[in-house]
């Protein structure tokens, strides 16, 4: 399946941004999907991953309870609603398709189709 993110943007701290990711060529609810993000000298993370029916999700912790994703599979798009960002969510944000059933999804060599990432800057 090919996946194209989009929505980041320059924002203040506090401020919020939506991320879309949208799929084309696959059945998208075979997949489950993640947004992960680097910065700069560090490793790419999970930020957030949702089942392929969108009842389960899961979230690092340094995004709960600010981050909710969601999906709508009639559309083929998963979605990455940020509030209350801070300058430390500064990032590319990338989503990411998994087509395990069963599978870590912390870790980002289970996912086999990737997004060309976005960029995501929070001003202080």
């Known amino acids: 399946v090919q996946l194209q993110a989009s929505g980041g943007g320059l924002v203040q701290a506090g401020g919020s941004l939506r991320l879309s990711c949208a799929a084309s060529g696959g059945t998208f609810s075979n997949y489950g999907t993640g947004w992960f993000r680097q910065s700069p000298g560090k490793e790419r993370e999970l930020v957030a991953h949702?089942?392929?029916?969108?009842?389960?999700?899961s979230y690092a912790v340094s995004v709960a309870g600010r981050f909710a994703i969601s999906r709508d599979n009639a559309k083929n798009t998963v979605y990455l609603q940020m509030n209350s960002l801070k300058p430390e969510d500064t990032a590319v944000y990338y989503c990411?398709?998994?087509?395990?059933?069963?599978?870590?999804?912390?870790?980002?060599?289970?996912?086999?189709?990737w997004g060309q990432g976005t960029q995501v800057t929070v001003s202080s």
């Open positions: 949702i089942d392929r029916a969108g009842v389960s999700t």
């Open positions: 990411a398709a998994a087509r395990a059933t069963f599978y870590d999804v912390t870790q980002a060599h289970n996912y086999a189709d």
